[in-house]
Structure formats: structure tokens, C-alpha cells
């Protein structure tokens, strides 16, 4: 099956400072998604992003389809952005979501 | 904005007793999944729904695990005899569209299933 790799695993940060996480999949997809996982466990839809770029406040996402990876990134992080930071594809003749192993971001005052 | 929900947010129960964890999925749409995170873990695909059928299942959606909907609008999960290592967070999920998991996938709140 398809595997999903996230990077780096672990990330701390002072609030303001920007950063990028990173999603590498092995196999074609036609769905990409970025979830964050808040403290409650709840997963938030962020982008589906199968393809091509896509900007939201001050996330924005990348996805290059042909080269197999997509990138998140975070500008100006706040404190409410701590928490796991999933990527989830959907490999193309499936239809469920196989997820990567997270990014777990810490935003200190 | 529509959402997902799931009912209830936390069960506990006890080894070998059968749970139902319900789900209601966006009202339009027509796949639903289940997947499950046990603690400190990635996320898992357990199973598909589709036209009153399972669509895809994986591994670990064995002969303990059942999916029916009910009514037009729910969706449950059922495990018969629940293990220790049912412990997990369950969460429903739903895609509209003919195209099923190429769709977005939107998540409920997920039920924490606590097994004694």
C-alpha cells in the first residue's frame, strides 16, 4: 500500500516564527488533506489539496502531485496553532484516506 | 455549516460487552467511513460505506466489527465483543459527491471508547 511520510516529527516554535512541514506519499493519489488534531482530539479539515496551491489566513498549502509531496505552511504562528499536524491521501482505484504519522508542533509564548 | 456528529463523545466499557457508536454524516452526502486512532497513534481507515454496502475494509475490521444504516440518517459502528485493545479513539467521516474517497472527507469529533 501506500506510505506516507511526514517531516520532521517533532517541531518547536516561538510564537511569530514561521515554518514548513513536509508530506512525501509513494503513489499517485487523487485526494490529499491536511487535518489539524486540536488538544480535545478533534481532527480539523485545513486543505484538500489534491493538487496545486491553496491559501487560507496564514496557512497556506503546496502540492506538486508529480513529484509526490506537499507542503504546509504555517506564517506568523500563535499559540493555538500547537498540535499534531496530519496528512491524509487517498491512493488513486481506493477510497479511504491513509494517513502519514503527524508532525507534533509546539508554539510557546 | 454542515458537520458531522457522533454520539456519545466517550464510552466506557467492559471487556466482552458490545458497543454501538453513532454517527450522523452530512446530509447530502453519500460515502461514510469509520476510522479509529488508538492514543499516541496515526489515524486508521477501518472501513467504507457506500449504497448500503461496505466498499472497502481493512485489516482490522474483522467479524467483530459491523457498519449499518439504519435510517436515512445515521450511520453506527458496532464492535460485538470489545478487547482491551479496542481502546481507541473512533471517528466517523463522510464525502459527497459520486467519486467517494477522491472527495474531501469531513470528520466528526470522534467518540473515545474506553475498554475495561
Known amino acids: 500500500g501506500i506510505q506516507v511520510e511526514q517531516s520532521p516529527p517533532d517541531l518547536i516554535l516561538q510564537e511569530g516564527a514561521n515554518s514548513t512541514l513536509r508530506c512525501n506519499f509513494s503513489?499517485?493519489?487523487?485526494?490529499l488533506q491536511w487535518f489539524h488534531q486540536n488538544p480535545w482530539g478533534q481532527l480539523i479539515n485545513l486543505f484538500y489539496?489534491?493538487?496545486g496551491t491553496k491559501q487560507n489566513g496564514r496557512l497556506s498549502a503546496t502540492t506538486v502531485a508529480t513529484e509526490r509531496y506537499s507542503l504546509l505552511y504555517i506564517s506568523s504562528s500563535q499559540t493555538t496553532d500547537s498540535g499534531v499536524y496530519f496528512c491524509?491521501?487517498?491512493?488513486?482505484?481506493?477510497?479511504?484516506?491513509?494517513f502519514g504519522t503527524g508532525t507534533r508542533l509546539l508554539v510557546s509564548p | 455549516e454542515p458537520e458531522v456528529t457522533q454520539t456519545p463523545s466517550h464510552q466506557v466499557t467492559q471487556m466482552g460487552q458490545e458497543v454501538i457508536l453513532r454517527c450522523v454524516p452530512i446530509?447530502?452526502?453519500?460515502?461514510f467511513y469509520w476510522y479509529r486512532q488508538i492514543l499516541g497513534q496515526k489515524v486508521e481507515f477501518l472501513v467504507s460505506?457506500?449504497?448500503?454496502?461496505?466498499?472497502?475494509k481493512s485489516e482490522i475490521f474483522d467479524d467483530q466489527f459491523s457498519v449499518e444504516r439504519p435510517d436515512g440518517s445515521n450511520f453506527t459502528l458496532k464492535i460485538r465483543s470489545t478487547k482491551l485493545e479496542d481502546s481507541a479513539m473512533y471517528f466517523c467521516?463522510?464525502?459527497?459527491?459520486?467519486?467517494?474517497?477522491?472527495?474531501?472527507?469531513?470528520f466528526g469529533p470522534g467518540t473515545r471508547l474506553t475498554v475495561l
Open positions: 489539496i489534491p493538487s
Open positions: 467521516a463522510s464525502s459527497g459527491g459520486r467519486s467517494g474517497g477522491y472527495n474531501e472527507q469531513f
Open positions: 460505506f457506500y449504497n448500503n454496502e461496505i466498499s472497502e
Open positions: 446530509s447530502n452526502h453519500l460515502y
Open positions: 503513489d499517485s493519489v487523487n485526494n
Open positions: 491524509a491521501v487517498v491512493e488513486t482505484g481506493f477510497q479511504k484516506l491513509v
